[in-house]
């Protein structure tokens, strides 16, 4: 079993910037993939980005070249550096792992989950 707790959300200005932290623990996190999700009030979970151990990361058209995805092996910990922050970045953001260890952005395909971290950009 897997357990995943995320920090780091908050209210924002449009244009600043966030960092979320997502902390594993409970079982050999090396080597799962790792993704953040989220989710806007009213909207379906949607995919915002992946990595994995090999060298794969994928990440939503919607936060490319805005957000980075990082891994911390030796913390147990996934990151997600957001920047230039939009309205449209409002959402419950969570993280997640899988027992493979290749990036996908489908969720079904995660097997844990966080609790979620609330993100709100103000315009």
């Known amino acids: 079993q897997v357990q995943l707790v995320e920090s780091g959300g908050g209210l924002v200005q449009a244009g600043g910037s966030l960092r979320l932290s997502c902390a594993a623990s409970?079982?050999?996190?090396?080597?799962?993939?790792m993704a953040w999700f989220r989710q806007a009030p009213g909207k379906e979970r949607e995919f915002v980005s992946a990595?994995?151990?090999?060298?794969?990361?994928l990440y939503a058209d919607s936060v490319k070249g805005r957000f980075t995805i990082s891994l911390d092996n030796a913390k147990n910990t996934i990151y997600l550096q957001m920047s230039s922050l939009k309205p449209e970045d409002t959402a419950i953001y969570y993280c997640?792992?899988?027992?493979?260890?290749?990036?996908?952005?489908?969720?079904?395909?995660?097997?844990?989950w966080g609790q979620g971290t609330r993100v709100t950009v103000s315009s």
């Open positions: 409970g079982r050999t996190f090396s080597g799962n993939a």
């Open positions: 997640s792992t899988r027992t493979g260890i290749t990036v996908t952005p489908n969720s079904w395909e995660y097997d844990y």
């Open positions: 990595k994995d151990w090999i060298g794969g990361t």
